[in-house]
């Protein structure tokens, strides 16, 4: 069983910036991607950005330009750098990791923008 712990969610006005952090403890299978994902009131969860473990990234459109993602494989650790954050960011983020059979879930972090 992998735990992941996010942190670095909260409170922030229209314009400002987060960071998320998303700690995997020790895998017995080889990591292939670490992701965040979002999940607005009344939505269905959907991809913010993804980092593979060739350093490969894929973000949303909304995210591109004011968010980056990274990865510290020493550490099995992802981040989410969230600059120009808007109200419709307003959500819960969830870290993900995948291996090739694997899949696992955070336990989600809020994220709340106000205007």
């Known amino acids: 069983q992998v735990q992941l712990v996010e942190s670095g969610g909260g409170l922030v006005q229209d314009g400002g910036s987060l960071r998320l952090s998303c700690a995997a403890s020790?895998?017995?299978?080889?990591?292939?991607?670490m992701g965040w994902y979002r999940q607005a009131p009344g939505k269905q969860r959907e991809l913010v950005a993804v980092?593979?473990?060739?350093?490969?990234?894929n973000y949303a459109d909304s995210a591109k330009d004011r968010f980056t993602i990274s990865r510290d494989n020493a550490k099995n650790t992802v981040y989410l750098q969230m600059n120009s954050l808007k109200p419709e960011d307003t959500g819960v983020y969830y870290c993900?990791?995948?291996?090739?059979?694997?899949?696992?879930w955070g336990q989600g972090t809020q994220v709340t923008v106000s205007s």
């Open positions: 993900n990791v995948k291996g090739l059979l694997d899949n696992y």
């Open positions: 020790r895998t017995s299978f080889r990591i292939n991607a």
């Open positions: 980092i593979f473990s060739s350093g490969v990234t």
